[in-house]
């Protein structure tokens, strides 16, 4: 049965939910951390990321999830140039700020690890040459 009657809205909720129950699995907190820590993950990642990565990564997320991916994006200014894990950890920190306590290196590892699960194994290697190495290293593969 539909729970909006909309056959896409019920797909991209359910894409969506399986995307926050495996950040979940990781982080083994309620639905609104898993939230907030792929929101403050995907931020700092996408500002990290040339403008058309940015959008070639977006194409591969849920309908749902993009809107998230995409919220309060300015391109003037991009890529970012942060050169460290600490730097990148401080971006997922200030999202994260005012949300419940979460880890940010947790949170990065449960939203690199569930887009792992989701993504195309091409766009992944993409993603992680365009971040430093310290940040590949939040990756489950390495």
């Not at 399986?18 to 699995?25: E, K, Q």
């Not at 998230?68 to 942060?82: F, I, M, N, Q, S």
């Not at 005012?98 to 091409?122: K, N, T």
């Not at 040459?129 to 489950?140: A, K, Q, S, T, W």
Request: proline share 6%; hydrophobic share 40%.
């Amino acid at each position: 049965m539909s729970m909006t009657g909309l056959q896409n809205f019920d797909r991209t909720l359910q894409k969506t939910h399986s995307w926050l129950n495996d950040i979940g699995d990781a982080i083994g907190s309620e639905k609104q951390q898993q939230f907030h820590a792929l929101r403050a993950v995907l931020w700092a990642l996408r500002d990290r990321l040339t403008i058309e990565e940015a959008f070639h990564l977006s194409s591969h997320l849920p309908t749902l999830v993009r809107g998230l991916y995409w919220e309060d994006y300015r391109p003037t200014g991009k890529p970012e140039a942060y050169r460290s894990r600490e730097e990148f950890l401080g971006r997922v920190s200030e999202t994260l700020e005012g949300a419940s306590p979460l880890d940010p290196e947790d949170a990065a590892r449960a939203v690199f690890a569930a887009m792992q699960q989701h993504v195309p194994a091409g766009e992944m290697e993409h993603v992680m040459r365009m971040v430093p190495e310290g940040v590949r290293d939040l990756f489950p593969s390495h």
